[in-house]
């Protein structure tokens, strides 16, 4: 699943979309006004993460309503380069689905 893919995701307050590098069991991302940064695991086709989300500059109102939380993510391949994803904010009902698509590779190191 390593890789450069793109998010697109519904929340409580409408949708939105970012991208996000998963590296080494690294997620790092991010739109035009919230940094995406975690960790996440692989289990054949599905993708158990946890990630920060947090405001880097005034704009955008988030999907969630808030300015910084924690996401618990599951993602399910769908396709060579695809995955169907769902996340919840711990201890709340706030819950947001999505789909993400892969663009590249990530370059093999030397």
């Known amino acids: 699943m390593q890789g450069f893919w793109t998010v697109n995701f519904r929340g409580v307050e409408g949708f939105g979309g970012g991208v ?3 590296e080494n069991g690294q997620v790092l991302g991010g739109d035009s006004c919230f940094t995406y ?6 289990d054949g086709g599905t993708l158990h993460g946890r990630v920060h989300v947090k405001r880097h500059a005034a704009g ?3 999907v969630m309503g808030r300015d910084e939380f924690d ?3 599951t993602g399910t391949r769908t396709g060579a380069h695809s995955l169907v994803v769902a996340a919840v904010i711990p201890g709340t009902p706030l819950r947001l689905n999505g789909t993400m698509t892969k663009l590249r590779d990530l370059p093999v190191a030397a």
């Open 37 to 42: 940064i975690g960790t996440y695991t692989q």
């Open 60 to 62: 955008l109102s988030n």
């Open 71 to 73: 996401l618990e993510i």
């Open 20 to 22: 996000v590098t998963l």
